[in-house]
Structures are given as structure tokens and as C-alpha cells.
């Protein structure tokens, strides 16, 4: 059973940091890429980062480049976001979910979700 157990949001004033992990099960974790989603109230889910299976290649929309960093450790079976000069427009619920190819770019592979982690950044 696919299961990913996010964790790590909190609530952070603009200009703060989190970092966000996703321990993922009932999968093989390590050859297989991996990628965080948030959806924001009132607006779709969207990808926001990616990583191969190895941890050596990473995509990140435009938004958020420079400020966010997607890792991995594949013996943890974990997948990290690290989340910097947070602003209000990042308030989200952030997922993670395995990787498959569509077209030039990627799509979730498993219809499994976690819980998500919520992020709001808020003076």
C-alpha cells in the first residue's frame, strides 16, 4: 500500500524558513523520482519541485526557484523541501508524490495522497 506522511509546515512570517519531508512507503523509494505539489484554497493542486531517483537532477517552477530546494535520501525513504524567504503567496498545503512522465513534463504517479503539510506565511 503506497502511503507518504508529510510533515514539517507550520505558520512563518514572509522572509521565513521551513523544511518540509515526506517519508513515502510501499514503493521502491530509491529508483524512482519524486516530487512536492501544493494547493492553495481555491486553486488546483500545482508541482512545484522535482527530483530524479538518484537526487542529482531537480526542477522547480518559476515562482519559487532560488528560494526552494528539493533533496532526497533514498535510505530514509524520505524527500525533503526546503522552504526559504517564505511569502504569503506560498500559503498552501504541500504534498509529495512519486513521479511519472507525461509529455515534456511530469504528473503524480500513484492516485495515493497524503495528508499534506500546511504552510502559511502570515504577518
Known amino acids: 500500500q503506497v502511503q507518504f506522511v508529510e510533515s514539517g509546515g507550520g505558520l512563518v512570517q514572509p522572509g521565513g524558513s521551513l523544511r518540509l519531508s515526506c517519508v513515502a512507503s510501499g514503493f521502491a523509494f530509491s529508483v524512482i523520482g519524486m516530487s512536492w505539489y501544493r494547493q492553495a484554497p481555491g486553486k488546483e493542486r500545482e508541482l512545484v519541485a522535482t527530483i530524479d531517483y538518484t537526487g542529482g537532477n531537480t526542477d522547480y517552477i518559476e515562482s519559487v526557484k532560488g528560494r526552494f530546494t528539493i533533496s532526497r535520501d533514498n535510505a530514509k525513504n524520505t524527500v525533503y523541501l526546503q522552504v526559504n524567504s517564505l511569502k504569503p503567496e506560498d500559503t498552501a498545503i504541500y504534498y509529495c508524490?512519486?513521479?511519472?512522465?507525461?509529455?515534456?513534463?511530469?504528473?503524480?504517479?500513484?492516485?495515493?495522497w497524503g495528508q499534506g503539510t500546511q504552510v502559511t506565511v502570515s504577518s
Open positions: 508524490n512519486a513521479r511519472k512522465v507525461l509529455g515534456s513534463g511530469y504528473a503524480p504517479r500513484f492516485v495515493s
